[in-house]
Each structure stands twice: as C-alpha cells, then as structure tokens.
C-alpha cells in the first residue's frame, strides 16, 4: 500500500474514536482498505516500525494494538 498517510489517519481516527487497546488491527486493516492478509500485515509492521502503534498479545491470546 503506498498511501502510508491515509493508514495513519485511519488509526489515529480509531484512537480517537476508542482509546486503550485497539482488538484485531489486522483484519481492520484488511477491510478498510481491501487488503489480503499479507498485505495487511505488512501495513500493520510498517505503522510499527513509523512508531504508530504497538502491536501487542495480551495474556488471554489476542492480538491487539496499543496506538501511540
């Protein structure tokens, strides 16, 4: 995906909209801009690595993002 801003904003919109831990980062990824799951996952690392958000497992196994 090479529209990196619009992720972010997307993210940062969810933040604002939720707050805490954000559940499944991935699959929304996936449906918000019509990715495949490695494409998602890509997308998911890269917003890591621009300090983003922080891709977490709580103890109870679920995947979820703690955004910055």
């Known amino acids: 995906m090479n529209d990196i801003a619009g ?3 997307f993210v940062r919109g969810l933040n604002a909209a ?4 954000l559940a499944c980062p991935v699959s929304r990824l ?4 019509r990715l495949g799951y490695r494409s998602a996952c890509e997308l998911a690392g890269r917003l ?3 300090d983003v958000w ?3 497992v ?3 196994g679920l995947r979820g993002a ?3």
Do not use: C, N, W, Y
Request: charged content about 35%; glycine content about 8%; proline content about 4%.
């Open 30 to 33: 996936q449906v918000r801009f």
């Open 18 to 21: 939720r707050g805490g831990l």
């Open 7 to 9: 992720a972010i904003d």
């Open 66 to 68: 703690r955004i910055k």
């Open 48 to 50: 890591e690595e621009l």
């Open 54 to 56: 922080e891709i977490v």
């Open 58 to 60: 709580t103890p109870s």
